[in-house]
């Protein structure tokens, strides 16, 4: 079975500071990896994923992550925060195979302050 | 193209009644998932469907049912409601099924059970 840590369930930074996000999962078979973003009253918005091939990921609004197996992390970041950022993400993971199940993380709410 | 719709977007329910959400999944994508969000248990898999079919199932009480229809769209039931059913229902949709695949959300279903 498949798992995923999500270290900080908040995280506090300054506009224009690094936004580092942690997650680690637990997987037997080499996983898919996601990370959402979650704005309040919302569902879930991708912001990239990690299946195969390169190791960092580029995704929307200026985030990206690394694919560590090494280390089985998966951490989000961010060069530079923006008030927009503020809102909850969520770190998840999907096994090969002929299910689309996400095994998600328990999220961190990412709050950015001036 | 439409995102992922659901309705009703909010719900209010008493113990023991059923209800049912629908979900109807982007112009072209055959997999849609459930998910229950709450504040204790975070995102948690119900079920996924593809060609009409449950090809995948949750940890949930059997009061928790789901069909899909031939045009992809999804409904899913609870029947006899508790307090602890209280939550964000959350469809997605995906092109076709398999752990590589984007799931895109929909805004959710809000369900209060009073």
């Known amino acids: 079975a498949q798992s995923v840590t999500q270290l900080g369930s908040h995280v506090s930074v300054s506009e224009g500071a690094l936004v580092l996000l942690r997650c680690n999962y637990s997987?037997?078979?080499?996983?898919?990896l996601f990370w959402y973003v979650q704005y309040p009253n919302q569902g879930l918005q991708l912001l990239l994923k990690y299946t195969t091939g390169a190791t960092l990921v580029k995704g929307i609004n200026g985030f990206e992550a690394e694919f560590k197996k090494s280390e089985t992390s998966f951490h989000l970041t961010k060069p530079s925060a923006h008030m927009s950022d503020a809102a909850e993400y969520f770190c998840?993971?999907?096994?090969?195979?002929?299910?689309?199940?996400?095994?998600f993380g328990t999220g961190t709410r990412l709050q950015v302050t001036l | 193209k439409a995102g992922v719709t659901q309705t009703p977007r909010y719900l209010i329910k008493t113990r023991g009644q059923q209800v049912t959400l629908s979900c109807s999944p982007i112009?072209?994508?055959?997999?849609v998932s459930w998910y229950q969000q709450t504040p204790g248990q975070g995102l948690q898999f119900l079920f996924e469907y593809f060609s009409e079919t449950q090809r995948n199932k949750g940890n949930f009480p059997g009061r928790f049912s789901g069909r899909q229809f031939s045009n992809s769209r999804s409904e899913m039931n609870v029947s006899t409601l508790e307090l602890g059913d209280s939550a964000l229902y959350l469809c997605?949709?995906?092109?076709?099924?398999?752990?590589?695949?984007?799931?895109?959300f929909g805004p959710g279903t809000r369900l209060t059970v009073l």
């Open positions: 112009s072209g994508h055959r997999s």
């Open positions: 997987s037997s078979v080499p996983p898919y």
């Open positions: 997605a949709s995906s092109l076709d099924i398999g752990g590589a695949d984007t799931q895109y």
């Open positions: 998840a993971v999907s096994l090969t195979g002929t299910a689309s199940k996400l095994t």
